[in-house]
Antibody, heavy 120, light 107 residues
Framework: QVQLVESGGGVVQPGRSLRLSCAAS????????IHWVRQAPGKGLEWVAV????????NYADSVKGRFSISRDNSRNIVNLQMSSLRDEDTAVYYC?????????????WGQGTAVSVSS | EIVLTQSPATLSLSPGERATLSCRAS??????LAWYQKKPGQAPRLLIH???NRATGIPARFSGSGSGTDFTLTISSLEPEDFAVYYC?????????FGQGTKVEIK
């Protein structure tokens, strides 16, 4: 079945880096855009980044621009989120989500999430 | 930047009642809006896309309407499993944003 599985979360000190991965199965990854969305403890959903089906377009929330980088390897069915200069406020559960389309629109399949805690 | 404002923040209702949730955009977004359901410990679930289209497998009691700046999610008769937080999301001009959410709680 269509599935996304995130990995790479954990506890990291402020200022350090972490890479999250999203492994796709059950569908042709190269056909769809992929998003990262996060939810901080007790807060709402926050969209983080998107990468188009072929990697030609990437966009980021202002809160992570210049610190996070999204990439994809369609041959390996993986999308990564490289997070640098991490801050306390980046603490959240991070979800990857498949877009309904090749470009950026709405998210119809979600992973179970991976938790990131930024703490000294 | 387009801001989505949801109201009310909390809706207290009983099973079987009708729920009406609102999402207002700070400028026109045509019908480029989705609704998601979020329960604690679970991933979000797409309910409605393009303002009024039910996603695959979503029960008919969920419906969406609106265009331009004003949108509504209606749950015609609340089931016990519908008590959750609901978010609207605009289809981005490259960048996506969510509303702050409406919690539907049991009265």
């Amino acid at each position: 079945q269509v599935q996304l599985v995130e990995s790479g979360g954990g506890v990291v000190q402020p200022g350090r880096s972490l890479r999250l991965s999203c492994a796709a199965s059950g569908f042709t990854l190269s056909t769809y855009a992929i998003h990262w969305v996060r939810q901080a403890p007790g807060k709402g959903l926050e969209w983080v980044a998107v990468i188009w089906y072929d990697g030609s377009n990437k966009n980021y929330a202002d809160s992570v621009k210049g610190r996070f980088s999204i990439s994809r390897d369609n041959s390996r069915n993986i999308v990564n989120l490289q997070m640098s200069s991490l801050r306390d406020e980046d603490t959240a559960v991070y979800y990857c989500a498949k877009d309904m389309r090749f470009s950026s629109s709405f998210m119809d399949v979600w992973g179970q999430g991976t938790a990131v805690s930024v703490s000294s | 930047e387009i801001v989505l404002t949801q109201s009310p923040a909390t809706l207290s209702l009983s099973p079987g009642e009708r729920a009406t949730l609102s999402c207002r955009a700070s400028q026109s977004i045509s019908t480029s809006l989705a609704w998601y359901q979020k329960k604690p410990g679970q991933a979000p679930r797409l309910l409605i896309h393009d303002a009024s289209n039910r996603a695959t497998g979503i029960p008919a009691r969920f419906s969406g309407s609106g265009s331009g700046t004003d949108f509504t999610l209606t749950i015609s008769s609340l089931e016990p499993e519908d008590f959750a937080v609901y978010y609207c999301q605009q289809r981005p001009n490259w960048v996506g944003t969510f509303g702050q959410g409406t919690k539907v709680e049991i009265k």
